[in-house]
């Protein structure tokens, strides 16, 4: 009792698929009652005109006199083997149909479950205390309490069905055998629908209860939701180690890009981003680094060991890096205000090579609007 009054918190998703692994599920025996019950009497009324045929046949050649017979076991062997092969080939597919329907019970009220826990040797089950704690335990209690209450309530429709149809049955004695046979197969359907009827009713309440005991006995401690709890942060922690892991390899090898690029666009310290493009092998120009804060100094601190160009325009640098993931093109939208950097670019590399006169300042870029998180239309650059 004082450990039920521990665990008040609701079991979490992770407990209940630990418990469904070790075989533990919510499952309905009034449910796995109903459904074979149900389909046999569906099934003997739909068979119930082949299965009279079938039944007439069997008897009367059973009841056939053979003089065979007397001479020797041999001919009665083979006509009781004849016989309970037919009977096999009958009573065959009500016994699969059955089964079917004691499986489908329990998807119906547990789900699917496949584990082969269950069959593993547990000695705790062995301890006569713990076995006493489950005898009286709520569910066990409830449990008898509701197969008392079915029983007395199947035994008193039983009894009053039989005994308000008892005439009917002392009609068929009076009757030839194929039409006591019907007789008799009505009153039965009959007495067989009342129970699926009671069943039923017990079902609607026993599905929601299993459930709701199900849920009750997997119910957590303080403790317990603790010690979850700590197993899933150090899951995270791992998983962040990893992630953390990944971002420094992108970014060694993004650093390792920023060399080979073209130039590099500042805001001018918040964010950096590298441009590069290739006419033989890049449709458009491509960004092959970019940052922000102690990312995007490191980033123009490579650069101009590189000797690489470090423009500052700080609406292309924050729409680039808002709008453009690494190794990634240049949209549409930025393709005139990147081919004017890059103009500037090799004219500037022309000019210190001695090939063309030293540009201007840097022109001004225009951005269509939107583009720049900040919504600045760009001014005049300045080259570093």
């Known amino acids: 009792m004082a450990d039920a009054q521990n665990r008040q918190i609701p079991a979490s998703a992770r407990r209940i698929e630990r418990a469904r692994r070790e075989g533990q599920v919510a499952r309905s025996r009034d449910l796995g009652h109903l459904l074979p019950?149900?389909?046999?009497?569906?099934?003997?009324?739909?068979?119930?005109?082949?299965?009279?045929?079938?039944?007439?046949?069997?008897?009367?050649?059973?009841?056939?006199?053979?003089?065979?017979?007397?001479?020797?076991?041999?001919?009665?062997?083979?006509?009781l083997s004849e016989h309970g092969l037919q009977l096999l080939v009958a009573v065959a597919p009500a016994g699969v149909l059955l089964i079917a329907a004691a499986v489908g019970a329990a998807v119906l009220s547990g789900g699917w479950n496949l584990t082969w826990k269950p069959l593993a040797p547990s000695f705790g089950k062995l301890d006569p205390i713990a076995g006493i704690g489950r005898l009286f335990s709520?569910?066990?209690?409830?449990?008898?309490?509701k197969a008392v209450a079915l029983a007395l309530v199947l035994g008193a429709l039983g009894v009053w069905y039989f005994t308000s149809r008892l005439p009917a049955f002392h009609d068929a004695l009076a009757l030839e055998l194929p039409a006591a046979l019907v007789h008799t197969g009505g009153v039965l359907i009959g007495g067989f629908a009342l129970l699926v009827g009671?069943?039923?009713?017990?079902?609607?309440?026993?599905?929601?209860?299993?459930?709701?005991?199900?849920?009750?006995?997997?119910?957590?401690?303080?403790?317990?939701?603790?010690?979850?709890?700590?197993?899933?942060?150090?899951?995270?922690?791992?998983?962040?180690?990893?992630?953390?892991?990944?971002?420094?390899?992108?970014?060694?090898?993004?650093?390792?890009?920023?060399?080979?690029?073209?130039?590099?666009?500042m805001n001018p310290e918040h964010y950096a981003v590298a441009l590069k493009y290739d006419e033989a092998t890049m449709a458009a120009p491509r960004v092959v680094a970019k940052g922000a804060d102690l990312l995007a100094l490191r980033i123009r601190d490579l650069a101009r060991e590189a000797k690489v160009p470090v423009l500052r325009l700080p609406p292309l640098a924050?729409?680039?890096?808002?709008?453009?993931?690494?190794?990634?093109?240049?949209?549409?939208?930025?393709?005139?205000?990147?081919?004017?950097?890059?103009?500037?670019?090799?004219?500037?590399?022309?000019?210190?090579?001695?090939?063309?006169?030293?540009?201007?300042?840097?022109?001004?870029?225009?951005?269509?609007?939107?583009?720049?998180?900040?919504?600045?239309?760009?001014?005049?650059?300045?080259?570093?």
Request: proline share 6%.
């Open 37 to 79: 019950l149900a389909l046999g009497t569906l099934g003997l009324m739909i068979a119930a005109a082949p299965a009279l045929r079938w039944a007439t046949a069997l008897l009367t050649g059973g009841l056939r006199f053979d003089a065979r017979a007397l001479a020797g076991p041999e001919p009665m062997l083979h006509r």
């Open 138 to 145: 709520a569910q066990h209690l409830v449990d008898t309490a």
């Open 198 to 265: 009671a069943l039923a009713l017990f079902a609607l309440v026993d599905v929601p209860l299993q459930r709701h005991l199900y849920l009750q006995r997997l119910r957590m401690s303080h403790d317990e939701a603790k010690q979850e709890f700590k197993e899933l942060e150090g899951n995270l922690e791992i998983k962040g180690k990893i992630k953390a892991r990944m971002r420094e390899i992108v970014q060694r090898r993004m650093m390792a890009e920023v060399p080979k690029a073209d130039l590099v666009v």
């Open 318 to 384: 924050r729409a680039l890096y808002a709008h453009v993931d690494i190794d990634r093109e240049v949209p549409t939208q930025l393709f005139a205000a990147v081919a004017q950097v890059l103009a500037y670019v090799y004219q500037l590399r022309a000019a210190l090579a001695g090939r063309a006169p030293m540009p201007n300042a840097v022109p001004e870029i225009a951005l269509p609007a939107g583009l720049d998180p900040h919504e600045r239309q760009a001014g005049a650059g300045v080259a570093e």
